[in-house]
């Protein structure tokens, strides 16, 4: 069974620092997407950032040069380093990934439990 396992939220004060990780689990033949999506309270969801395959990056405006969204494909992981915290970026962050389970035609969507970041003044 495939799974998203995620950590690294917490609380942090404004200008600091923290890096979430999501982890998939089981058994995967690829990734060809994986990203980090945020929700604060009364807001809609959005995509903070976002990896492919081949290594292609996208990132929200509200997060360029602070953020960072990486992977390491051994580990099927992926991670964000957050710099320069504001307390707008206090949210809910949710890993998503479109994989391939091994033995299965077709690409899913998972998302992760979701992890608390609280920027605080």
């Known amino acids: 069974q495939v799974q998203l396992v995620e950590s690294g939220g917490g609380l942090v004060q404004a200008g600091g620092s923290l890096r979430l990780s999501c982890a998939a689990s089981g058994s995967i033949f690829s990734s060809n997407f994986m990203g980090w999506y945020r929700q604060a309270p009364g807001k809609q969801r959005e995509l903070v950032a976002s990896i492919t395959s081949g290594g292609s990056t996208n990132y929200a405006d509200s997060v360029k040069g602070r953020f960072t969204i990486s992977k390491d494909n051994a580990k099927n992981t992926v991670y964000l380093q957050m710099n320069s915290l504001k307390p707008e970026d206090t949210a809910v962050y949710y890993c998503?990934?479109?994989?391939?389970?091994?033995?299965?035609?077709?690409?899913?969507?998972?998302w992760g439990q979701g992890t608390q970041v609280t920027v605080s003044l």
């Open positions: 998503n990934a479109h994989l391939r389970p091994t033995g299965r035609v077709g690409e899913y969507a998972y």
